[in-house]
């Protein structure tokens, strides 16, 4: 849904009366507000499959809860590139909005809460987007581009677990 999600908004918009690409028009906050947009605008999708019956709803859970996982993996790897700025930017509004919290190190999902966090996310990525509103959007970023307390605690109780799997797989590397 991420990968279908970036197909949303416009490729430009007007601005002093001109035609201007959406990237020039949002400068260098464009990728972490791209990516952003991708994760929200596919989890809102997501949810709209759940409620026509297209996923299987029981299992809503584990698409949040995966979608959160993939957060903190992610984040891992910094904030320095635009998918690790996106996904602060992320967390710390669903902490915000209490769709997520925290107790004794941990993080907890309100499965009542972050499908309409996320769908206000959404809209509001999409919003800053569409009007190509880098200022809207410079400031948005700067509210939560800040690590959460305890998150470098989170992150350091995880150094063991190794970030990526590199698969092994029973046949040849060369495949003819």
């Known amino acids: 849904m991420h990968e279908i999600a970036h197909g949303l908004g416009p490729a430009f918009t007007i601005q002093g009366g001109k035609q201007v690409d959406i990237r020039e028009a949002l400068g260098p906050v464009y990728s972490g507000l791209e990516e952003a947009k991708a994760d929200t605008a596919g989890m809102f999708a997501l949810k709209w499959l759940l409620d026509r019956g297209v996923m299987p709803k029981d299992r809503s859970e584990e698409y949040y809860a995966s979608y959160l996982g993939d957060l903190f993996r992610t984040l891992r790897f910094g904030t320095g590139e635009a998918h690790g700025r996106a996904e602060l930017m992320e967390l710390n509004y669903l902490l915000e909005q209490r769709a997520v919290t925290t107790a004794d190190g941990r993080y907890i ?53 190794p970030v990526d799997v590199n698969p092994i797989f029973s046949f040849p590397d060369k495949v003819e």
Do not use: C, N, S
């Not at 999902?109 to 987007?129: C, F, G, N, S, T």
């Open 109 to 161: 999902i309100d499965y009542a809460r972050i499908p309409v966090a996320l769908a206000q996310l959404a809209k509001e990525l999409l919003e800053m987007e569409g009007a190509g509103d880098r200022a809207r959007a410079e400031a948005w970023f700067a509210k939560y581009d800040k690590l959460p307390a305890g998150l470098k605690a989170a992150m350091a109780a995880t150094a063991g677990i």
